[in-house]
């Protein structure tokens, strides 16, 4: 990565940054090196922060090992209304609910969620298509944690 | 020894816990509901589950989604800290179903100190003195007239399934009583689903005096000593001490041992707290706490003890270590609850904070979760900190009071800070003379 002069801004970075958002779908990210922030965020032009760490010391908490929590859900996320662990095909040998490109209407189950032994079916708010699955199967979600993107 | 303890509670208690916790080497989760995803403990500790949205019955009332974040989290015990479902024994027995470990006392012990009168009666049998009162429940009116009459008045009608304060009509005389059972009786139903009351002699000047109790799982028992805590407002504790102004050494260690050995005679574990009223020298039980108290830190500032690591080390099955003759009282403590309200009209103040600035030096302690740039959410209870001073003797605590709370900065929003340093102003105060109608009285409520 190109190095940077403190306070000017690495247009190359920057670029590539906002075509990461493109790909992903994210609405932001942020990336820092060495003394150099930057964050990119979607909506209305791209918005671009360098900014030098200040002086005094910042609350400096180790990152939380959580899921959805703190990341902004992506747009048409299905998130998770429960803690439990999501499975996206009704039993180990069977195809998955959904795979990326369907079309799915309102309704359509999309994955399970097991909490305390009980199966939760999550639905589909809105007809759509499948373009993202952010989980995988048998891992830990939390309240809130974005699952399926449902455009 | 746990490897990882899952902390079923927010604000300063669940820092608190985190701390003990850290201190041992183990592990922490931290649930949270989506209100509190900034909160110090959970940005401290080693995983954090969101559990819900902001509303406490979806959230940190969710006995599933707590259960669901220890599963798949994989803690092999439980800190409930206190309130929310700290004194919930149908989720202390699930958690132990699931062979998560419950730090706490035992679900039975839970359930029966929840219901009032059971309680009243187990810890009567255990030779604790208890208020002059009914036997048991109260079915109806005439019953409650003839009980008025034998006790004498003035009687509280108490909900059998409130404690805390709650649901507890006072009769002043015998033309009260009848609406005060049938309105106490109606309230209860509605709060709690349980409209069972009893009826005790209303105390006139007493003072709230409870006993700090810890036991292993071994039937080791020890009492850490007194706390006052009769400054109340509306039933809810603004600042407590130990020792209590009011006892000698003899009466301490009278009461101290009256309540340590019923809780041995009840197979009790773990923390607990056996509640008083105290008038003219007399100690009259009013209920059993079981879990740790808000003011526990007081106990620690006089006896060095680490409650919330004890009651982890007995949970994980190993012994007190120690007996009785081992506790040593020093000093003086005083703990004054800090709430995000309006010190005078006491209205409800979350917001973000701006500055913030706690005070420090010898003697003293700040237990909160509080940063600069937090907001304090308005979903939740408004106590945001905890000042508690220790000193040699009540005067030099009464001078560190003083002295921090005027150090105390908490910019952004209102909290009740003015209030205690008026407090510690007011000349009975500075007696120790005070019951438990004392701050009313000051408040202009009375």
């Known amino acids: ?151 | 020894m746990f490897d990882k303890v899952l902390i079923a509670n927010r604000g300063e208690i669940a820092l608190r816990i985190l701390r003990a916790c850290s201190e041992m080497g183990i592990q922490t989760v931290a649930v949270h509901s989506t209100a509190d995803e900034g909160a110090m403990h959970v940005r401290l500790a080693d995983e954090s589950v969101c559990i819900g949205p902001p509303s406490v019955r979806d959230s940190y009332l969710n006995t599933s989604a707590i259960l669901s974040a220890a599963l798949i989290s994989g803690a092999d015990a439980i800190h409930p800290g206190y309130g929310f479902l700290s004194e919930n024994a149908d989720f202390a027995a699930m958690v132990e179903e699931h062979e998560i470990t419950f730090i706490g006392p035992s679900p039975d012990h839970i359930r029966l100190m929840g219901d009032k009168i059971a309680a009243k009666a187990a810890v009567k049998a255990a030779g604790i003195p208890v208020v002059p009162g009914s036997d048991g429940g109260v079915a109806t009116k005439e019953e409650a007239l003839r009980l008025g009459k034998e006790i004498g008045y003035p009687v509280l009608v108490k909900a059998a399934a409130g404690g805390g304060g709650r649901g507890m009509k006072i009769a002043e005389t015998e033309d009260d009583m009848v609406e005060a059972f049938l309105t106490a009786r109606g309230e209860a139903e509605a709060a709690f689903g349980n409209g069972e009351v009893y009826i005790e002699k209303y105390l006139g000047q007493p003072r709230h005096i409870e006993i700090q109790l810890l036991a292993d799982n071994h039937g080791n028992v020890v009492h850490l000593g007194e706390r006052d805590c009769s400054l109340q407002r509306r039933h809810q504790k603004v600042l407590e001490e130990s020792p209590s102004p009011a006892l000698n050494r003899a009466e301490r260690e009278r009461i101290g041992e009256v309540a340590r050995a019923a809780a041995e005679k009840l197979g009790y574990r773990s923390a607990g707290t056996i509640e008083f009223l105290y008038e003219n020298g007399e100690f009259y039980f009013i209920e059993m706490n079981t879990r740790l108290q808000v003011e526990h830190p007081v106990t620690e500032m006089i006896t060095g003890l680490d409650l919330v690591r004890e009651m982890v080390r007995v949970a994980s099955g190993a012994p007190l270590g120690y007996e009785q003759k081992d506790i040593r009282f020093n000093g003086h403590s005083i703990e004054c609850r800090v709430n995000a309200e309006n010190p005078e009209t006491f209205a409800p103040s979350p917001g973000k904070i701006g500055d913030y600035h706690a005070p420090g030096g010898l003697g003293v302690r700040v237990d909160s979760a509080l940063y600069s740039g937090y907001t304090v959410p308005p979903y939740y209870d408004s106590m945001i900190a905890k000042l508690i001073v220790h000193g040699a003797n009540r005067n030099e605590c009464l001078m560190r009071l003083r002295r921090s709370l005027s150090e105390y900065v908490i910019d952004g929003i209102e909290t009740s800070i003015p209030l205690h340093q008026r407090l510690v102003e007011e000349p009975d105060f500075i007696d120790g003379a005070y019951d438990i109608h004392w701050l009313e009285r000051l408040l202009g409520m009375k």
């Open chain 1, 1 to 151: 990565m190109a190095k940077n002069d403190q306070g000017s801004v690495d247009a190359a970075l920057v670029r590539q940054l906002a075509e990461l958002l493109d790909e992903t779908g994210l609405t932001e990210i942020e990336i820092g090196r060495g003394d150099m922030h930057v964050r990119v965020s979607k909506g209305g032009g791209q918005v671009v922060h360098a900014s030098v760490p200040s002086a005094g010391p910042a609350p400096a908490a180790p990152a939380a090992d959580a899921g959805g929590s703190g990341a902004a859900a992506p747009a048409g996320a299905v998130t998770s209304p429960m803690v439990g662990v999501v499975y996206l095909s009704p039993d180990p040998g069977s195809d998955a609910y959904v795979t990326v490109g369907d079309q799915v209407s309102e309704g359509d189950t999309l994955c399970l969620i097991e909490a305390m032994k009980v199966f939760n079916p999550i639905r589909s708010p809105r007809a759509g298509k499948v373009t993202r699955i952010l989980v995988n199967s048998g891992s830990p979600v939390e309240f809130g944690e974005a699952l399926i993107v449902v455009e």
